[in-house]
């Protein structure tokens, strides 16, 4: 099959090609002009230049296309216009969504978050639990925004959609807030932990791209939703496990959470001003997502598309040995 393939230079997207193309199947790939390809022409994909928010090159690349995979988005917890998480993580989605109905695709899988739920009241929670009442970051109201943008397509029109929604992704070469996160942790760059005990919903990079190449590859499962989650482990366990594979010793400050939100805002207004990321990732929605947490039950992707989660104690194994070798 021949799959178009948004985000394809990105963390996520970078391991969704790469799976697709050992399953044997065909790419055209969306990315920008100024991104490196190199490793989308090393697996034979052809590349269509424009963005989401660019009908016009999605209509291009879906030409002849079965499947659409749109990994595509604004995921940042600051970013110094506000304007673009809207910009493509709702309108870039319809965009999408509407070309893959134009197009005649016979299979959409739209890549979400945990996080579009918020914090519901079940715990752990699953697919068909009810989503909390707030949203705790831009980046998860614009991603629930264009989700019901998706699902709307799917209910009146027919769009044969299926959803994917990753918990916190770890992997090697991270360059995302949680690449950041233990970057800043084994360098010595945190005077202090933050939240040790709250739980948080973790994946290994390539788990979430297994996810989404069997979810495509699935018959029958047009209107599924399935959340990509290995572990729920609390920050205090993550940055346990850091440290012993690092050797680097943790803070032995505790930051108090209200001292944690306050550092938050007043680093997010100084960025705000000179339009530069809070130091350390401190940013209002980074923190609040973290004090915030998540439980999150993965188990249907296990048993209805084969996944088997990778431990996280490798995913960080193999993100600290990433960046062993800068």
């Not at 959609?161 to 995302?176: A, C, H, I, T």
């Not at 205090?236 to 012993?244: A, D, K, V, W, Y």
Request: aromatic share 8%.
């Amino acid at each position: 099959m021949k799959a178009f393939v948004t985000g394809a230079s990105g963390f996520i997207g970078g391991h969704t090609a790469e799976c697709l193309a050992r399953a044997g199947h065909e790419l055209n790939c969306l990315v920008r002009s100024t991104s490196d390809t190199s490793r989308l022409e090393k697996l034979g994909a052809d590349i269509t230049f424009g963005d989401v928010t660019d009908r016009a090159s999605l209509a291009e690349g879906m030409n002849g296309c079965d499947w659409v995979l749109n990994i595509a988005a604004a995921y940042s917890f600051w970013l110094p216009r506000k304007g673009t998480y809207a910009e493509v993580n709702v309108g870039g989605t319809r965009n999408v969504m509407e070309c893959a109905l134009e197009a005649g695709v016979s299979k959409v899988v739209h890549v979400s978050t945990v996080a579009i739920y918020g914090k519901p009241a079940e715990r752990p929670f699953k697919e068909e639990s009810d989503p909390g009442p707030v949203r705790f970051s831009e980046y998860a109201q614009t991603k629930y925004e264009g989700d019901l943008i998706a699902w709307e397509l799917c209910r009146t029109r027919g769009l044969p959609l299926v959803v994917v929604y990753p918990g916190g992704v770890l992997g090697p070469d991270d360059p995302k807030a949680t690449g950041e996160y233990i970057q800043n942790l084994i360098r010595g760059r945190m005077p202090a932990t933050v939240f040790d005990d709250v739980l948080f919903p973790w994946i290994h990079v390539r788990d979430v791209a297994e996810v989404i190449v069997r979810a495509v590859e699935k018959e029958g499962n047009v209107r599924e939703k399935y959340l990509a989650v290995g572990q729920n482990l609390t920050f205090g366990q993550i940055n346990r496990m850091i440290s012993g594979i690092s050797g680097v010793t943790l803070p032995k400050f505790k930051m108090p959470d209200s001292l944690a939100m306050a550092n938050a805002m007043f680093l997010t207004f100084l960025a705000d001003i000179v339009k530069k990321p809070p130091l350390l990732g401190m940013a209002v929605d980074q923190i609040r997502t973290m004090k915030e947490g998540a439980q999150v039950d993965g188990s249907k992707a296990e048993r209805e598309l084969g996944i088997t989660y990778t431990p996280i104690q490798v995913a960080l194994d193999e993100a600290i040995a990433s960046l062993r070798v800068e």
